[in-house]
């Protein structure tokens, strides 16, 4: 079960994915896990107050290779990398997208939670 949101950066229309296959993706690209990552990046993230919160320059690093990662999965014909990809922004806004992308995952891991438990009840496994 995949989950699809658009999400205007710059003034462009962008198109994120999150499905089952996002954490091997990453995993296989940035040989980093990006359940911890994202769980990371939400508490380095003040919800009240966004604009301040102090991410440092790896925490910003990984948010662009995860919303990259999706981004790619939704749409194969953006560029290869995260910085060519990231070159076609003027500016690209952590503390816009970074809440979107959690609200995509989170979606995307409760309706995969549900499946277990459905397919569980349904096998009797």
Request: hydrophobic share 40%; glycine share 4%; proline share 5%.
């Amino acid at each position: 079960m995949s989950m699809k949101k658009n999400i205007t950066i710059d003034g462009q229309e962008v198109a994120f994915k999150a499905s089952a296959a996002i954490p091997r993706i990453y995993r296989m690209r940035f040989h980093r896990d990006i359940y911890k990552d994202l769980r990371d990046l939400e508490k380095g993230i003040d919800k009240n107050d966004p604009e301040n919160s102090n991410l440092d320059l790896f925490s910003l690093e990984m948010f662009e290779n995860i919303a990259y990662v999706m981004a790619k999965h939704a749409d194969p014909s953006i560029p290869d990398t995260p910085e060519e990809w990231l070159d076609s922004f003027n500016t690209f806004s952590i503390y816009q997208v970074l809440p979107q992308i959690i609200e995509l995952w989170g979606l995307n891991t409760q309706t995969d939670v549900q499946a277990k438990k459905n397919f569980a009840r349904l096998t009797g496994k």
